[in-house]
């Protein structure tokens, strides 16, 4: 079996792979996507020292070029045992450590142990990617009624405490519909007004710049204000996302 970092061959059987998946939930509980991680080890073999330290030098500087492609191949150097792709990785190949474990005895002679950790983050859906990119994060809704029907005010007297008095029986009612909504790769629409036809003017909306994690990009933060008036009392129920 042999790794390869980007174009930095490792020697055949020289490395050790253990692989772990984590399954990523939006904020709602929902699946959305999995980290995978590869911890890898091994040793690097070499004549003396300073060919070992400089084999261990160019296997540095290959995992400080981060975004690239980890594929482990079987025994042909053809067929893909596993593979992390950099694309279409959300986050991009990162090497997020890399350590010599012991520098005694006969290391630094004939071999160099060496370990390190690369992840990336996958998104779920085999479709088109615009369907992956409006998978929805998050959605919160507030629905605000006030007024319609009766409404009373307090006259105020002279010589004597204000009295309550009926000052119309058709109050006009107001509601306003406000909401926000997170798509992982693109900005959600607003769901649209409850009501309408007693929308008083367009509606206003706000769409906030997305939060970069490595060579993507995700949390495109979309927010919405309906207000509405009715001659009679409204009623109705925040909506739910779809």
């Not at 998946?21 to 509980?29: R, T």
Request: proline share 8%; with cysteine.
């Amino acid at each position: 079996m042999q790794l390869k970092v980007g174009n930095y061959p490792f020697p055949v059987n020289a490395a050790t792979i253990g692989r772990s998946f984590k399954i990523m939930e939006s904020p709602d509980g929902v699946p959305y996507g999995e980290v995978h991680s590869w911890d890898v080890s091994g040793e690097l073999l070499g004549n003396g020292q300073a060919d070992l330290i400089t084999t261990e030098t160019t296997l540095r500087t290959s995992l400080g070029l981060q975004y690239q492609d980890l594929v482990f191949y079987a025994d042909d150097g053809v067929t893909v045992a596993a593979a992390m792709p950099n694309l279409p990785s959300l986050t991009g190949v990162k090497i997020k450590e890399y350590s010599v474990p012991q520098v005694q005895g006969s290391v630094y002679a004939t071999f160099v142990p060496f370990s390190f950790r690369a992840e990336a983050t996958y998104i779920y859906g085999n479709g088109p990617a615009v369907a992956r990119d409006m998978a929805m994060l998050e959605f919160q809704e507030v629905l605000q009624i006030s007024g319609g029907g009766q409404r009373y005010g307090l006259i105020e007297c002279v010589d004597a405490p204000a009295v309550s008095a009926l000052v119309t029986p058709f109050a006009v009612c107001r509601a306003t519909q406000h909401g926000s909504s997170k798509g992982l790769g693109t900005w959600p629409e607003p769901p649209g007004p409850i009501w309408p036809e007693y929308l008083i003017e367009a509606p206003d909306i706000e769409k906030t710049s997305p939060r970069r994690t490595g060579v993507g990009y995700v949390e495109y933060a979309t927010a919405w204000t309906y207000k509405f008036e009715s001659p009679s009392r409204l009623n109705g129920v925040p909506m739910r996302v779809l």
